[in-house]
Structure formats: C-alpha cells, structure tokens
C-alpha cells in the first residue's frame, strides 16, 4: 500500500489561500488521492478525491502532477473554521479501507 | 435525513472487563466500518461488516469483534481490555453496491473509550 508524507502542521491567517502537499512516491496505477477534514472530537470528513490533474468542488481543489508521485489540497480563502486536520489517503477506488497517517494540523488565525 | 449515529459518547472501564460500541449508519447505507483513534494519531481500520459478515479485517487481535444487524446497525465488542484500547472508536457507513461512491465513507461522531 503506498504510503504518504504530509506537513506535521500548517498555520495561515483568514481570507488566505492554504496548499497542503502530500508525497506518494510509490503511488499504484490503480490508487486514487483523497482527502479528509477533522475537527476535534468529530469523526472525519471525505473532503474531495482525484486520480490525475486537477478535481475542484465547492470546497476545496486538488492538483495532481502527471507523475503522480504528489498532490497539492488547495483551500481557497481559509477561515477561522478551516481548524482542523488534513489527511491525504491514496488507495484503490472504492476500497474497503481507508488508510490513515498523522495529517497536517491546520491552524487558522484571525 | 440522520447521519451516522454512535453510542455511548463516552465511557470509562478498567482493565480486563469488555465493551460494546453501538453505531447506526447513515439513511439508505448498507456497509459499516470500524476505526480506532488513539490520541494524536489517524484513525487505523478495524473491519468492515456488509451483509451481516465481516468482510475485511485490518490487524486487530481477536479480542476485537463485531456484529452487523439485519437493519445494518453495527456494534463493536472488545474483549479483555487493556490500558492501550484508550482511544476514540469510529463507526464511518456506506453504500457498498454505489459505483461512485469512491472512498468517501460518513463517519460518526465516535466514542471515546478510557481503560483504567
């Protein structure tokens, strides 16, 4: 299973854009990219999910070189409500489970 | 439309005695999956229950059981505990058969478990 390096921590202000990077060097031909939010004492949240060049939804963006060995979660505009972790998961499409680092501690500030 | 539902919030149990964690899975969701949560850490999965069987496991002792109901509710039973199954207990539901599901599973709120 490909593992991931993420950022131990992040910290932006409000109204500014935030680029999570994830490394997945070994990344398979059949592994999707996905991310996921939690805040504390919540479970948590399937954010967005690609498998090559750029996917965007009303959240978040995701970058994906075409090596793939990479990808960039890109918050637009945080908020003080963006506190959270991030986690960048790669595995097959639809698995069963989901295979979880330490994430990136997100820290948002006024 | 209820989300994923867990039961209890919290509970408190000593060494050696057993536990049993209860979740409903979100309207319409067939499959439910375990995860533990130790502090400061992601969640590692325990298993996954579709069709009242288990249907993957990931590395957990035997102490670590599960049952899935009829109406695809899930408990979590733990066996024997130790001081080291103190964490948060996820219950995340989903729809085995939706083809675009992909990899987002709905998680619960958890329980927080402390082993004394």
Redesign the interface.
Known sequence: LAKTTQPISMDSYEGQEVNITCSHNNIATND?I?WYQQFP??????II?GYKTKVTNEVASLFIPADRKSSTLSLPRVSLSDTAVY?C?V?P???????????TRLQVFP | DAG?TQSPTHLIKTRGQQVTLRCSPKSGHDTV?W?QQAL??????IF?YYEEEE??R?NFPDRFSGHQFPNYSSELNVNALLLGDSALY???SSLLTD?R??????????TRLTVL
């Open positions: 999707y996905t004492s919540q479970g948590p949240r399937f999910q986690y998961l595995g499409y639809n698995t069963d489970k989901l295979i979880f680092g330490t994430g | 994923v999956s995860y400061g850490q992601g969640p590692q999965f996954q249907r993957q990931g996820l219950c995340a083809p599901a992909g990899d987002e599973q709905f998680f619960g709120p958890g």
